[in-house]
């Protein structure tokens, strides 16, 4: 069965970063793309940023240049820096996986982790 778990949310002032990660488990062959959404409350789940398995990335405007995202293939492993939070920023951040194939092919979600930005 496979599992994503995020980790790395917490409470961050202004200005500050965080590193998210996100651990695929499973008896997994491979994963076509990952990405990171998050959820704000009271709006709608939004996709902040994603990287294939040759290494494309894409990211959302309101995060480029602030935000990195990259991806340990052979650790099944997917990582987000967030530098220069903004309270805007806030949000339930959830990690998901496209194509992954074991013996099927399906994509995944994670449990989502908070990340809050505030003084």
């Known amino acids: 069965q496979v599992q994503l778990v995020e980790s790395g949310g917490g409470l961050v002032q202004p200005g500050g970063s965080l590193r998210l990660s996100c651990s695929v488990s499973?008896?997994?062959?491979?994963?076509?793309?990952m990405a990171w959404f998050r959820q704000a409350p009271g709006k709608q789940r939004e996709l902040v940023a994603a990287?294939?398995?040759?290494?494309?990335?894409s990211y959302a405007t309101t995060v480029k240049g602030r935000f990195t995202i990259s991806r340990d293939s052979a650790k099944n492993t997917m990582f987000l820096q967030m530098n220069s939070l903004k309270p805007e920023d806030t949000a339930v951040y959830y990690c998901?996986?496209?194509?992954?194939?074991?013996?099927?092919?399906?994509?995944?979600w994670g449990q989502g982790t908070q990340v809050t930005v505030s003084s």
């Open positions: 990287i294939t398995s040759g290494g494309a990335r």
């Open positions: 499973g008896n997994i062959f491979s994963i076509a793309a």
């Open positions: 998901r996986a496209d194509g992954v194939v074991t013996t099927t092919r399906d994509n995944y």
